[in-house]
């Protein structure tokens, strides 16, 4: 079965080179790609990847004209794994994710082969603090839930003109935690965090990839309640490992923190007004 990895780069060359590299040093498998998708970097570091990695077959680099963001930027890659690679599985992953591990591909068809997933996620061991960031617990239940969000999110980004954002996110929090009940949930109320996703033929048969409303943030989110809406199986897959540096191209492109925070807040509130006309519709 032929594998494509599909990696979204903007600008961050070196993260970008290091992530390639760690696949191409540590996957044990013959039948698989790599595709970089340049997602409209103006410093000419698309071009570079295409220098450093020319020699090897199973690397290609896309270019796009310009950012297309989070969702379309990943999705140009997955229509060129569909139509022309004709792939029969796709991970995603970002730039600042690294695989060590030698039979990543066989434990996923493995793994395939008892659970007959759509689309299902590794253990993603972060690189900053060792936590595992999968499975993500499910943030939104109802239009309520995204409502609330919407609201959140806009007072967020108008206080951080102010500089108070960080205020009302410690009291949030605060008190997000004296309400989080301490009783295990359902492993069906549970999301796959985005930082690396694996997608099998169920789904690429039947999709063309991300939603491809947003800009970025909140992918997980639509994933999950298109999974919902159309009755595919998400899964799981701690047995799959793979290590996150965690916020590598932002970190990179906001020096300021205070610019970074907002991105964060205006795109999350986009994607969350995207999810509510999912809903809706």
């Known amino acids: 079965m032929k594998i494509v990895f599909i990696i979204l780069h903007y600008k961050s060359l070196n993260v970008t080179k290091k992530s390639v590299e760690a696949i191409l040093k540590n996957v044990n498998y013959q039948n698989y790609y790599i595709l970089i998708v340049d997602n409209g970097s103006l ?10 990695f020319k020699m090897y077959s199973a690397v290609k680099v896309l270019v796009s004209k310009k950012n297309l963001g989070f969702a379309r930027g990943n999705n140009i890659g997955f229509r060129y794994a569909k139509t022309i690679l004709k792939a029969d599985f796709i991970v995603l992953m970002n730039n600042d994710v690294f695989i060590k591990q030698k039979n990543f591909c066989q434990v996923i068809m493995k793994m395939y082969a008892q659970k007959k997933f759509a689309v299902a996620g590794p253990d993603i061991i972060s690189l900053k603090n060792g936590q595992h960031q999968n499975p993500v617990k499910r943030e939104y239940y109802s239009k309520g839930d995204i409502l609330f969000r919407i609201i959140r999110f806009g007072l967020l980004w108008l206080l951080s003109f102010f500089h108070t954002d960080q205020i009302m996110q410690k009291i ?6 004296n309400r989080i009940k301490k009783t295990k949930e359902p492993m069906r109320d549970y999301q796959l965090h985005g930082s690396c996703m694996i997608f099998s033929s169920q789904f690429i048969e039947n999709y063309h990839g991300l939603c491809s409303r947003t800009f970025m943030y909140g992918e997980e989110n639509i994933l999950r309640f298109m999974a919902d809406r159309d009755s595919f199986t998400m899964k799981y897959l701690p047995q799959v490992k793979v290590y996150h540096i965690e916020e590598g191209t932002t970190t990179d492109i906001f020096k300021k923190r205070v610019q970074k925070r907002r991105f964060y807040y205006r795109n999350n509130l986009k994607s969350c007004i995207v999810l509510l006309r999912l809903m809706r519709e």
């Open 43 to 52: 410093d000419g570091s698309g071009r570079e990847l295409h220098k450093i």
């Open 172 to 177: 949030y929090v605060k008190i997000k935690k």
